[in-house]
């Protein structure tokens, strides 16, 4: 995963855009594409069961509490800008913030 468009850290806070596809056969993360991280849920974009979805999945991806990801942006939208505050796990196509 190339560029590091998609995400930026805001202190220790990591500030994330996502491209989210529902309704898929899966949940997984596809990759970077065009400054977004592509995500994949089985979840339809129903009543907000998207968002829930994709935040349980976040939350688990980064070691830290659903309740603590807050959705920035694009609530009805497939681009969403999300903040993972002090995430404790990190895949390895994220860097750690530079102290």
Not at 21 to 46: A, F, H
Request: hydrophobic letters at 35%.
């Amino acid at each position: 995963m190339p560029d590091n468009d998609f995400y930026h850290w805001d202190g220790d806070n990591l500030i994330l855009n996502v491209r989210l596809q529902p309704k898929s056969s899966n949940d997984k993360i596809v990759g970077v594409e065009n400054n977004y991280l592509k995500v994949r849920i089985t979840s339809p974009p129903v009543d907000g069961k998207a968002n829930k979805h994709l935040i349980k999945m976040l939350a688990k991806q980064f070691s830290v509490a659903p309740s603590s990801i807050q959705l920035l942006s694009g609530e009805t939208a497939r681009e969403k800008r999300l903040c993972i505050p002090g995430p404790t796990r990190l895949p390895d196509f994220i860097l750690p913030p530079q102290k």
